[in-house]
């Protein structure tokens, strides 16, 4: 929402034919009106992902099982299974191939003849070469997507190792090398019921053979000072290579070091780490930007990214509490949470900002990290990435310091690092301040240039967004006003083509209607928990929206009757509320095999505490 993404492509000089084939694109966009322009229509993406769905064969479970199966016979020492286990090694570490994680259906035809050339996963030269082509070269939709699916088959790095989400840890797999398992080949029946009860196998071992990482709950303030934005890559190299001399480095700083010596370099003279595809057709409107390449397969729709969304933020907030980091939410997000505790239904991610020391310790412990979900919850899985370049602004094409990627669409949360610089702060950042606070104020600022206060984000403070727990900045009304305009979040009731329904407190979509419909009987009953469909305007899709929506927007409310005071209450036995909308997996799924009858998305699926 913030960061605008549309950014001309990096032309080479090699590559001028490039800016005559952009040239000749947007000229035909122009003669030919506006076919290129428009967004894409919301129904006929839903109709794209049936069709789509229906198609494919895969089961996000397959590998799951496969996975658990191994853990529980490692653990317990159980010899003829783990040797049976196609997955695991003999000591505790797993083969690992893409194509066994994410569907790659698109590119079935295009993977045929390699999978039976070499069931375990190599490519041969011709498709690897195909698979390697840059993501910013320019071409057609199906091409960009089967050139993803290429390169996530022949050319992407396996992760490092699998953090498997139970109830109440983390466990850790290392990953030992590239081997496919061809679980994509066979149709898998494995039920939701039976992943879950693996994982409940694998919480009730005594003996766990494998590191955990144990599940932190927010706090009401986060741990974050005034120093965790100060980071200076020379001084960190110094120090180390001072240790390096007086005593040793172990083996973990000896690979920081390195690690530090080499991106300090190369953040001057760097490409863009973070790619998504460029299409043609979609070189106006750019909503490819809002996938990751390679991952990137079709276009989502609104409801079904607003599911990805909300299970997307809700796992990082876990992981990142779990890991000893802080972050919090921002502009778009923040902006959504303002008005009634959700994102906004246009916005297509959302905004995560950390101290740069945090975003550090994340680079080292847990760069290429796939991260499962608790299948309680949905079968998202999440690939975090941090970028090389997070150290300081260097040529300043790179302002996402992390990623962290949901594997199945591409969608992504994006992450960025605040630290104090020696850049100059714009004036307009001390507006409104008294003498005392300006000589108090200490100036952070992202690679994009979005500048803020620490007293504008310290102390973190605990919030609900989308239902879980989550920071927010401070001083919410300051911020949100220094960018979006005074008062922005409580007077602004139009926004691209929604219009803001207080009573309900659902950004509505136009075409849906463009105000509160006139009726006596907007609510079901008194609780006001359900729409009528005369209150809804007609439209199921409302009705199905504000049951989600509802106890995130209450919630909001009642904690925080004003934005920067929250009430006081006790986190723990509030706790976060159930997730509302449906795994996006599971929703196709049901509706292809007729097991749901109709298509709301919302759902119901309580947060199991222990
Ligand atoms: C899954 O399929 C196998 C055969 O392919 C069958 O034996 C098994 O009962 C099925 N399980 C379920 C839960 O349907
Ligand atoms: C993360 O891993 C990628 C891929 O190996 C590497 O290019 C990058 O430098 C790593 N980032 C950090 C912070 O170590
Ligand atoms: C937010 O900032 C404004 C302007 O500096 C200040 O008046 C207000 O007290 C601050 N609120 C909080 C909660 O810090
Ligand atoms: C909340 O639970 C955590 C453990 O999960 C505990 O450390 C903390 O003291 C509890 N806080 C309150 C206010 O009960
Ligand atoms: C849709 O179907 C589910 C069962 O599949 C049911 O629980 C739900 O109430 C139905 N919703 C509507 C709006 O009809």
Known sequence: MLISKIMIPRLYKRHKILLYMVLVTLSVVLSFGNYWMKAPVQASLEDEAFRLTSQSSFNPRAVFHELTSYIIAFNDGDSNEISNSRIGTKSGSIFFHWDDWVDTFPANRLLEDVKLQSPEGKCDSALEKFASVNAYWLESYHT?????????????QPPKRILLATDFSFVEVPVDSKRRLGLSDMPSNISKSQVVKDIQDIQMLDRQRFNTIPYKNLRDRANVDVQDFYFDPQLEIIRLKQQ???????????????????????????????????????????????????????YYGNRERQSVLQHLVRAWFQFAESAGVASWINYGSLLGWAYNGVNMPWDTDIDIQMPITHLSKLGREFNRTLITENPRYGNARYYLEVSPTYLRQGNSKNFIDARFIEINSGLYIDISALSHTNFKPPKNLYDGLTEEEKERAIPINCKNWNWHITDEILPLRHSYFEGGDVYIPNNVSRLLSRKYGESSYTTKLQFKKFNYQTDIDVWVPDSICSKPPRTETRYKDENKDELTLNGACGSEELKDEYRIIRECAQRRHNLEPELDYPKEYDINSTGALPYFRKDPWDYHNDINKGVALNSSWYTRDEVYYL
């Open 144 to 156: 960009k997507v089967r050139r993803g699916m290429a390169h996530l088959y022949c050319s992407q």
């Open 244 to 298: 390096q001399r007086t005593e040793s480095l172990d083996s973990s700083q000896e690979d920081y070091l390195k690690f530090l010596s080499y991106a300090n370099k190369l953040v001057d003279n760097t490409d863009q780490y973070f790619k998504y595809p460029w299409i043609t057709s979609d070189l106006i409107v750019g909503y490819s930007h809002h996938f990751a390449f390679p991952f990137f397969k079709r």
